[in-house]
């Protein structure tokens, strides 16, 4: 199956700053999607990026298929963007993988 | 419009009790995805149901099993309980029509501790 893997593990950013989340998968993928886990483990969705680029508010992503690898940017972060970010993925009817997450700790 | 809904929120079991699980999806979605998520890692896929048909399995033993009833809510089903299967349980909607290519909704989870 398909191979997930995000890159840092953990992170830890002053309140203000701008990080940048990494997601590389194995193989072509029809499905990908960033999501955000809160404390009490409800996933919130951020978007959906199979390709290409997506803005929302303070945060964007960026998806290049061909080189199998997506990006989440946080602009000008908060202590409520503390939590776990995935990056999930599938290459056909929906057994989608999970990447480790990446989890977030921004201080004030 | 109300999302995706699971119950019970939290729930205690010994080992070797058998345990089920409910899912709500979200108003005119017709797959249900079941995950099992441990504490410190992603979450693991176990089932994917469509229109009553299960179309996709994880690598998880028979002891788990799971079914869709016609208004599109869904039941995982968990026998002889390990200590190993406490997680939390996560299900997801999607209207299931893309061919694979749907936006996944999840709902709050249930979490399961096995004693």
């Known amino acids: 199956g398909i191979q997930v893997e995000q890159s840092p593990p953990d992170l830890i950013l002053q309140e203000g700053a701008n990080s940048t989340l990494r997601c590389n998968f194995s193989d072509s993928v029809n499905n990908l999607q960033w999501f955000h886990q809160n404390p009490w483990g409800q996933l919130i969705n951020l978007f959906y990026?199979?390709?290409g680029t997506k803005q929302n508010g303070r945060l964007s992503a960026t998806t290049v298929a061909t080189e199998r690898y997506s990006l989440l940017y946080i602009s000008s972060s908060q202590t409520t963007d503390s939590g776990v970010y995935f990056c999930a993925t599938s290459g056909g009817y929906q057994k989608v993988t999970f990447g480790i997450g990446t989890k977030l700790q921004v201080i004030p | 419009d109300a999302g995706v809904t699971q119950s019970p929120t939290h729930l205690i079991k010994t080992r070797g009790q058998h345990v089920t699980l409910r899912c709500s999806p979200i108003s005119g979605h017709k797959s249900v995805s079941w995950y099992q998520q441990v504490l410190g890692q992603g979450p693991q896929f176990i089932f994917q149901y469509y229109e009553k048909e299960e179309r996709g399995r994880g690598n998880f033993p028979d002891r788990f099993s799971a079914r869709q009833f016609p208004n599109y809510s869904s039941e995982l089903n968990v026998n002889a309980l390990l200590l190993g299967d406490s997680a939390l349980y996560l299900c997801?909607?999607?209207?299931?029509?893309?061919?694979?290519?749907?936006?996944?909704?999840f709902g709050p989870g249930t979490r399961l501790t096995v004693l």
């Open positions: 997801a909607s999607s209207p299931g029509t893309s061919g694979g290519a749907d936006t996944q909704y």
């Open positions: 990026i199979p390709s």
